[in-house]
């Protein structure tokens, strides 16, 4: 039998803070426990895009700086909100209508993005 101690490799998840650079655009991060830095992602604050008693999107900036599979650019994120519902006719067309209205609201924060695009606000 050896005496030698025997030793074996063991991969651990280090923790540790990091300081970054934050944009004045930035309202915090949805999670201050970013597990690795291509995971930090910066975010503007909220918009809800719908109409008519409809919640159909939420749109805010987003930039991910240290990405290495997705795109380091400003964007725009959008998320389509959780919506289901068992409507009437009418209500049916109160969502029709709120869809349209969300396009057109989509479009216009799309404008607007390319606005802060185009003047280098970043």
Not at 19 to 38: S, T
Not at 83 to 107: C, G, H, I, K, M
Request: proline share 4%.
């Amino acid at each position: 039998m050896s005496t030698e101690p025997r030793t074996a490799q063991v991969d651990v998840f280090v923790t540790k803070s990091l300081e970054i650079d934050e944009p004045d655009w930035c309202i915090g991060h949805r999670d201050d426990l970013a597990q690795y830095k291509v995971d930090i992602t910066h975010y503007g604050p909220g918009t809800v895009v719908g109409a008519n008693g409809f919640d159909l999107f939420s749109a805010r900036l987003g930039q991910s700086p240290f990405a290495d599979l997705a795109t380091r650019d400003l964007v725009l994120y959008i998320e389509q909100i959780q919506f289901t519902a068992s409507l009437n006719p009418d209500e049916v067309e109160a969502l029709a209508d709120a869809l349209v209205q969300a396009a057109t609201s989509l479009r216009a924060l799309g404008h607007e993005f390319a606005a802060i695009l185009a003047r280098g606000d970043q």
